[in-house]
């Protein structure tokens, strides 16, 4: 059993940055989650792909949705914890952040940030953006 932590989120005025945080714990495999990301929910709306990373460390692949690029990016702290960096952000960018993790998917399968099934979650970290 996977348990995901999220840590970071808060509050900011637009144009701000913050950061979140997920690490993977109580995973007893002897390789790292190659698949992790990162998705949202709004109130109101339905939960969406925000940054999807697949790989072990700095060379991995990184999957954004368009409303994110240029502006966020997911990256490895370690072999189990992958961080969103969120800058210039927008009152749109509100939402619950919610950490995804898919121990054993290959790439094109973890790539997928419309796909609403995913092996582990973690409890969710509020990110609010005020104008």
């Known amino acids: 059993q996977v348990q995901l932590v999220e840590s970071g989120g808060g509050s900011v005025q637009a144009g701000g940055s913050l950061r979140v945080s997920c690490q993977a714990s109580?995973?007893?495999?002897?390789?790292?989650?190659?698949?992790m990301g990162w998705f949202r929910q709004a109130p109101g709306k339905e939960r969406e792909g925000v940054a999807i990373?697949?790989?072990?460390?700095?060379?991995?692949?990184t999957y954004y949705a368009d409303s994110v690029k240029g502006r966020f990016i997911i990256s490895r702290d370690n072999a189990n914890t992958v961080s969103l960096q969120m800058n210039s952000l927008k009152p749109e960018d509100t939402a619950m952040y919610y950490c995804?993790?898919?121990?054993?998917?290959?790439?094109?399968?973890?790539?997928?940030?419309?796909?609403?099934?995913?092996?582990?979650w973690g409890q969710g970290t509020q990110v609010t953006v005020s104008e």
């Open positions: 995804a993790a898919d121990p054993g998917v290959g790439r094109s399968y973890c790539s997928d940030l419309g796909r609403k099934e995913h092996a582990y």
């Open positions: 109580r995973y007893t495999n002897a390789y790292s989650i190659m698949c």
């Open positions: 990373i697949y790989g072990p460390d700095t060379g991995s692949f």
